[in-house]
């Protein structure tokens, strides 16, 4: 089997070793979206949830979740991450959630990334199903990544919108 898999030659699991790579600064941001109620919007922009600050407790919970994505994830590395930044912004008929997370290492950041907005988006699931069961979570993908051997990757399509 090819280098840097998660399988041995055997067909076994395995974390990929980088004890070889070299430390590089890497960064991923990722994006996703919660569709929801205009009613829904509405209440998380203007205060009006009973559970506190929609947007604030779902951040901390994103850059909790990316903290902890080595525990969540099968054969992910741990990492020292050296930063992690949660942006929410208001659409017409959703949050869209941008997650920006940096490290230097010898592996990157894209799974850390996606898990912040992931964490992040069912935190605002969970803080307003009461008012809005309806609400869809939705186009959670890596948009950019630099560092490491692969270099640069800009997403090209239209799945993740802009802010």
Same mark, same amino acid.
């Given at each position: 089997m090819p280098d840097f898999t998660h399988f041995n030659e055997r067909g076994e699991s =395995?974390?990929?070793d980088v004890t070889d790579k070299p430390l590089t600064n890497r960064i991923a941001i990722a994006r996703g979206q919660v569709f929801m109620k205009e009613e829904t919007l509405l209440k998380i922009y203007d205060s009006k $949830? *009973?559970?506190?600050?929609?947007? *604030?407790? +779902? =951040?901390? +919970?994103?850059?909790?979740?990316a903290k902890q994505t080595h525990q969540l $994830?099968? %054969?992910c590395h741990p990492l020292a991450v050296s930063g992690? *930044? %949660?942006?929410?912004?208001?659409?017409?008929?959703?949050?869209?959630i941008e997650a920006t997370v940096k490290v230097s290492g010898q592996t990157g950041? *894209?799974?850390? +990334? %996606?898990?912040?907005?992931?964490?992040? +988006?069912l935190t $605002?699931?969970?803080m307003c199903k009461a008012i809005d069961r309806a609400m869809v979570i939705s186009n959670i993908c890596l948009v950019h990544k630099e560092g490491g051997a692969s270099g %640069?990757?800009?997403?090209?399509?239209d799945i993740c919108p802009e802010q």
């Open positions: =395995r974390m990929v $949830i *009973e559970k506190g600050n929609v947007l *604030e407790v +779902a =951040r901390l +919970a994103g850059i909790m979740g $994830i099968p %054969l992690i *930044e %949660l942006t929410f912004y208001r659409q017409t008929k959703s949050v869209l950041v *894209e799974m850390e +990334a %996606l898990t912040a907005v992931s964490i992040a +988006a $605002i699931y969970d %640069l990757y800009e997403r090209k399509d």
